[in-house]
Each structure stands twice: as structure tokens, then as C-alpha cells.
């Protein structure tokens, strides 16, 4: 028996944490005490300590106390990050307690997007053209000769959560001046227009065992500004677009250091030239229910497996990835006005799974035919939109990373 401690933020890696259980192991779960009350599998949990806040409010001196007296009576053989804010905790406490895996600078590789962006351009990896907000020279250099628009991102934040677009230099400036001593928290790059695509993975000694490529339909960045129902698909197996994306992500995985584990890596296809670059990564499984939408596709879930994978490298075992199918699914989810939404009128025979989170509605559809996948997302979204979507005005990121 190997003793594991997970790490989550958000309620999320149930499947993680039931596999890795099964596999004959000791699980202890760090979470947010406001988490408390949500329905973890508790029997396949030794023992769950909360902290108090939630995120950014943890105290991290407290955190590295409390997994250091645990390990007096404990041997600690791995430590597991299951959402994108709990990278930095996990690296941390590896670093001070000097347990195997992944490190504070290969960590920031995956959370922070100046260190991917800089990470990328020394690995010959297609970036749009960044610019950090130390220097004030540098700034407007960029902005006086890279054509907007601009975003200007956080950068430790995850997914769309605090972008501001902006479209000449005295904006840029204005919103600059505004984030005061907070300002070297961002950073600035193009806006290229295009599709965005996403590339899950699993990884095994620094190797890529298993990817699925897929295209939003409408993107976060898109939901997070306007409002509208999320939408995402994977696409044709072995088409150009779905070869050229893996290759790029082979070489930001290894460009990169992830080692083992999971990672949800963003591209986009830009319009004007038609080349693919890299946007983002993440050493987790995609948030917005992308597991289910994947092992619907694919029959590999991301979340089991990775407990496996894990388990596998503690316990010096083999690994050995389930069979693969390749059908296709996709999933449709927006908030929605209401707290338990009906949906028993969306009964077509392709639905696999219902979202069951309160106030959102959401469906994942399957089909051995990647038309028919589109089909039912362009016509659910409508559907959703007329009857359910609700729109939350996107607030300002004030408790940065």
C-alpha cells in the first residue's frame, strides 16, 4: 500500500480519487473547508482535512505544517494536484519535503502563461507575440509594432478569467496604469482570430500514451466576454488539423518537462495564416466536464487513468492503457436560469450523459459520425439559449495568482 495526498481546490477528481483507492492505496484529500458539504466518495477516502478560505486565501506556512506532521506517523510516496490552482501547493510542498515529482520551475511551465510563453519560443513552438509588463520600453516597443487587438492576460489565472481586450496604445496604457503595483502580474499579446482547439493527454515517463483532439465551437474567451452556451467537439481522426495539433503538443509536453499525469494543452489556428500556435497548458483534466465528453469518445477516463498512472510510478508496476475507440462526442453547457433544469425534452438516442450541477444545463452526445455530433450541439445550443442560458456578468479579478 502507497500513501497518496491530493490536492483540490474545487470539487472535482472524484474518479481520480475512487481509482486510486481501488488500486490499494491510502488517499488523505486537502480541501477548502466551504467544500465540506459537497458528496466526495468518502468511502474511498482515508481522511479529508480542510483548509480554511478557499484558493489564494489557503496559508501556505499552515498547509506545509499540517503535511509535515502528517508524515511523522505517514510515509507520503506522492503528492497530486488536481485542479490548476493547486499546482503551486503541490510543488511547494515537494520542494520542502522532498518527495518525487514535479518542482516549483517546471511547475510554473503549466500555470503561469509569461513563463509558457517564454518556455515556447526557446522550444521553436509557434507563440503569438507577447510582451511582459516589467519594462516600460518594451511595452511600447509592442505596441508600436505589433498590429492589435491585444489581450492582456493574468498570469496565473485559469482559463478566460480576467482577459481585457484592447485595441490601441492609450488603452493599453490606461489599463496598464490601473493595475498598480499589480502590473507584473500580466502580461500582453496579440489577438490572433481563429479557431481554438484543445489537446487532452495522458503521459507516461515523459511520453504522450494517449491524446484526443478537439475544437471549441464557442470558446471560453468568447462565454467568459459575451455570455453563450459552451460548446466543444473532437474532431476527425487523422485529418491535418488533428495531426498538426498533436505534433505541436508532443513538443510542448516535452518541451515542457510534464513527466506523468494528465495535461490540457490550447491551441488556435489563426485565420489570417492558417498556421497552428500554442495558447496554454495545464498538467490536469480539463475542467467544463471535457472527461466525460472525452471517455465518451474515446473510452478512456482521464481521471481513472491518471490515478493509475500514478499508481503505476509509486509502485514501480507496468502500465497499461485501456483499449481506445475512436467515435465522437461532444458536449453543450450553459448556466442556466434555473436551479434543476428540465431537460426531458432533449431525448435523442445519442445523449450519454446529463450535466447534474445545479443551475447549469448541459448534455454530451455521442456517435460513431462527427456530423451528427455537430448536428445535435448546433441544435441543443439553440434550444438551450432560447429556454435556459443565463448570463453572469464576468467579474473583475481582483485576488490575482
Not at 490499494?24 to 486537502?30: D, I, P, Q, R, T
Not at 509558457?116 to 516597443?141: E, H, Q, V, Y
Not at 448546433?378 to 432560447?386: F, G, I, K, V
Request: net charge negative; with cysteine.
Amino acid at each position: 500500500m502507497k500513501t497518496f495526498i491530493c490536492i483540490s481546490n474545487y470539487f472535482k477528481g472524484a474518479d481520480f480519487l475512487i481509482n486510486l483507492k481501488k488500486l490499494g492505496n491510502k488517499v488523505f484529500l486537502v480541501t477548502s473547508e466551504k467544500l465540506r458539504d459537497k458528496s466526495w466518495p468518502v468511502e474511498y477516502i482515508d481522511e479529508i482535512f480542510f483548509m480554511e478560505g478557499q484558493d489564494t486565501d489557503w496559508n501556505m506556512e499552515h498547509l506545509l505544517l499540517g503535511v509535515g506532521n502528517l508524515m511523522k506517523n505517514h510515509k507520503i510516496d506522492a503528492i497530486v494536484a488536481l485542479d490548476d490552482f493547486d499546482v503551486e501547493k503541490a510543488t511547494y510542498l515537494r520542494e520542502n519535503l522532498r518527495i518525487d515529482g514535479m518542482g516549483q520551475t517546471t511547475g510554473r511551465y503549466f500555470r503561469d502563461k509569461l513563463a509558457m510563453r517564454m518556455r515556447a519560443k526557446s522550444c521553436g513552438i509557434s507563440n503569438p507575440n507577447f510582451c511582459s509588463l516589467f519594462n516600460d520600453f518594451d511595452i511600447n516597443t509592442f505596441a508600436d509594432t505589433i498590429t492589435p487587438p491585444w489581450v492582456l492576460k493574468p498570469r496565473s489565472e485559469a482559463s478566460a478569467a480576467g482577459i481585457i481586450k484592447v485595441y490601441d496604445k492609450d488603452s493599453l496604457w490606461m489599463h496598464i496604469n490601473g493595475m498598480g503595483n499589480n502590473r507584473f502580474k500580466y502580461l500582453v499579446e496579440q489577438f490572433r482570430p481563429g479557431d481554438v482547439y484543445h489537446c487532452d493527454s495522458l503521459i507516461l515517463n515523459g511520453k504522450i500514451i494517449f491524446s484526443i483532439t478537439s475544437k471549441y465551437l464557442a470558446t471560453p474567451m468568447e462565454i467568459s466576454q459575451g455570455g453563450g452556451v459552451f460548446r466543444t467537439a473532437n474532431i476527425p481522426y487523422g485529418s491535418n488539423d488533428d495531426k498538426g495539433i498533436k505534433k505541436i503538443n508532443e513538443q510542448v509536453i516535452q518541451g515542457f518537462g510534464l513527466k506523468h499525469g494528465a495535461a490540457h494543452t490550447e491551441f488556435i489556428k489563426c485565420n489570417e495564416d492558417g498556421k497552428i500556435y500554442f495558447l496554454e497548458t495545464s498538467s490536469r483534466v480539463g475542467g467544463a466536464h471535457i472527461a466525460e465528453m472525452v471517455e465518451a469518445a474515446s473510452n478512456i477516463n482521464l481521471w481513472s487513468e491518471w490515478a493509475a498512472i500514478e499508481n503505476a510510478l509509486v509502485k514501480g508496476i507496468d502500465y497499461q492503457l485501456p483499449k481506445v475507440k475512436k467515435e465522437y462526442a461532444g458536449i453543450v453547457l450553459t448556466l442556466s436560469k434555473y436551479q434543476h433544469p428540465d431537460l426531458s425534452s432533449f431525448n435523442d438516442e445519442e445523449i450519454c450523459f446529463r450535466v447534474p450541477l445545479e443551475y447549469h444545463a448541459g448534455l454530451i452526445v455521442q456517435s460513431d459520425k462527427h456530423e451528427r455530433v455537430l448536428e445535435l450541439l448546433d441544435n441543443y445550443a439553440d434550444r438551450l439559449t432560447q429556454d435556459f442560458a443565463s448570463v453572469l456578468e464576468q467579474k473583475e479579478v481582483k485576488d490575482l495568482h
